[in-house]
């Protein structure tokens, strides 16, 4: 937590990150109630500003990503600064010439942002779907356990309905077997 800051969404990860000791250098959780594009593009800003800056040395971006229903699973990806994944069988079209209109650099620094943005948004999003599943699951979960419950009172209230029915079976029984 000594050189980590965090850029959240939600009053709960804020919460326990700021528990944990990390800084929370931006609080993004109105976004979550109604995700829009432009509230990834506000937090894009503000990392890729800091980023700049020289304020940060790496960006991550942490979320729940939404595989269904019952699965979700934590993903960390590494946003800035790329590193270049491994590819061996391609090496010769590392040396192919490319021809940018605009230059190369002003193309980046249209394109990065964008592609920053729509991480973000997409990570909103699979986040929120899977928070949605799990509430979904959880509704399930005690839909069934209060149907079980349910049952297994009503046969409880049977039993001792039953069961009193007898008892008066019984006495009225013994009532008129003591008049004769």
Do not use: W
């Not at 490319?98 to 948004?121: D, Q, V």
């Not at 069934?144 to 349910?150: C, G, P």
């Amino acid at each position: 937590p000594d050189n980590t800051v965090i850029y959240a969404l939600g009053k709960k990860g804020i919460a326990g990150m700021a528990k944990e000791g990390y800084e929370i250098k931006g609080d993004y959780s109105e976004a979550v109630n109604n995700p829009l594009f432009s509230d990834a593009v506000d937090i894009g800003r503000a990392v890729i500003e800091a980023y700049v800056n020289g304020e940060i040395g790496e960006i991550y971006i942490a979320y729940t990503h939404f595989k269904n229903t019952v699965t979700h699973i934590p993903t960390l990806i590494k946003l800035i600064p790329f590193v270049k994944e491994d590819d061996t069988e391609n090496e010769s079209d590392d040396n192919a010439l490319m021809l940018f209109e605009p230059e190369a650099e002003e193309a980046l620094e249209l394109l990065i942002p964008k592609y920053i943005n729509s991480l973000i948004f997409g990570a909103i999003i699979e986040s929120l779907a899977s928070e949605n599943g799990a509430r979904m699951q959880a509704m399930d979960s005690a839909t069934s356990n209060a149907e079980e419950m349910i049952a297994s009172l009503e046969l409880k209230y049977n039993r001792a309905r039953q069961s009193a029915i007898t008892q008066e079976l019984t006495e009225i029984i013994a009532g008129s077997a003591a008049v004769e």
